[in-house]
């Protein structure tokens, strides 16, 4: 045989071993990931999970549960009050507080997806304890949930005396795609699961897949994760997405630095509703409580913060940040952005590791903050309540009777 033939025969050989041995280690590994499916199917406890479906919220927490939650790879307890709002502890919630009293307002971010003392609400009352902060906020809510919250702590009597509303990017796609009111009284309904649309790259769905039959194999895809960290420090924003697609550049957070999908449904686009609609009816649900918390003389103030697409695509003067900032013109007690802060600790950076400010402020392969960036929000929001202090409504309502009884007796 020529030494030509010898070497293809030799390739060939090497070729047929390594198919062979792919073959054999893919079926061993579906058998195995079989038997580990079923036994996995007949152990699993289902926890006692907290939140519940509501009739005018879509969802809500139980009142007085406590249960370890979950959000990547953190387990942390998670607590509710009489009100069913997340809390440092179960505790009942008197209706009156000889302290000013500030109903809290906000999605996952403001629910705080960590330990309580390390989430800018629990760092805000740890901080402010002369305060009685209420935490209405839930992972998936919007203004039409913020209006309904506090139109229920109203009505049980529970006395407020400021509502500060931390306004989520993601907002303007859950009023246009998700939410829809189901009659006059401001109750809404979700989007049937049937009709949602996902995000997810294909790459993630043939990761899910092979990770599923294939453990073993799926293991092999995590070694590459492990490069990611590096990837993203040196300043390559991008990560396989999940649901909502690419954490760096998320459809929901994109409205405002780039055309966003109007036709699909959620959580793809922004149907049927479009970004238009979505913010104008957020608009509409905000000026309601505004005039709802009016009438009772009770402030409304607001707090806006970057989401991680935006640090990486938008300005510290985002359209998010015009929109709020012009609404609250004549309306609210205070206006926070948090789009500085974020900023300047992005900018700290060395050439170097650009991305660097990812990992520090951010769970990493997630869009939510870490305990550095809950602290960059609570200190924002503690340094303007130390600078205009919230005080009882009742007696800014004594004050202003007061004076204009005064001024009617000169």
């Known amino acids: 045989m020529s030494q030509p033939a010898q070497r293809l025969a030799k390739l060939a050989l090497l070729f047929a071993a390594i198919l062979f041995s792919a073959t054999a280690f893919l079926t061993l590994d579906w058998f195995h990931s079989a038997a580990i499916r079923r036994h996995a199917s007949k152990s699993i406890d ?73 989430s800018y609400v629990g760092r805000i009352a740890a901080q402010l304890p002369q305060y009685d902060f209420l935490n209405g906020g839930v992972d998936g809510y919007s203004p039409s949930n913020y209006l309904n919250t506090t139109r229920m702590v109203l009505d049980q009597g529970v006395q407020i005396d400021e509502v500060i509303v931390f306004l989520d990017n993601s907002a303007v796609q859950l009023e246009a795609a998700f939410y829809r009111d189901i009659d006059g009284s401001g109750a809404v309904a979700g989007i049937e699961r049937e009709r949602q649309r996902s995000a997810t790259s294909w790459y993630v769905k043939f990761r899910r897949t092979v990770s599923s039959h294939f453990m073993l194999t799926g293991h092999l895809f995590r070694l590459f994760d492990r490069i990611q960290p590096t990837l993203v420090r040196h300043g390559f924003y991008r990560l396989p997405g999940d649901t909502f697609g690419d954490p760096f550049d998320m459809e929901f957070s994109a409205w405002t630095y ?15 509703l479009g970004v238009a609609g979505g913010i104008a009816k957020e608009k509409v649900k905000m000026t309601l409580l505004w005039e709802e918390l009016a009438k009772r003389n009770i402030p409304i103030s607001v707090v806006v913060y970057p989401h991680l697409a935006q640090l990486v695509h938008d300005t510290p003067d985002s359209r998010q940040v015009r929109i709020w ?4 013109e004549g309306k609210c007690k205070r206006f926070v952005s948090v789009f500085p802060e974020f900023y300047a600790a992005k900018e700290q950076c060395p050439p170097t590791q650009p991305g660097c400010w990812y990992s520090t402020l951010f769970v990493f392969g997630d869009i939510h903050f870490s305990a550095a960036g809950n602290a960059l929000v609570a200190d924002a929001v503690v340094k303007d309540l130390a600078a205009t202090p919230p005080v009882k409504a009742h007696e800014t309502s004594a004050q202003t009777e007061s004076s204009q009884a005064l001024g009617t007796h000169e």
């Open 46 to 118: 289902q926890p006692d999970l907290c939140q519940v479906r509501d009739p005018v919220r879509h969802h809500a927490f139980k009142p007085n549960c406590a249960t370890v939650d979950y959000w990547g790879a953190d387990a942390y307890k998670l607590f509710t009050n009489s009100l069913g709002f997340r809390d440092e502890k179960i505790r009942d919630v008197p209706l009156a507080d000889t302290r000013p009293r500030i109903l809290i307002l906000g999605d996952s971010f403001t629910e705080g997806k960590l330990a309580w003392n390390k």
């Open 258 to 272: 780039r055309p966003v999908n109007e036709s699909d449904a959620f959580p793809a686009g922004y149907a049927p």
């Open 325 to 328: 900032r012009q609404w609250c």
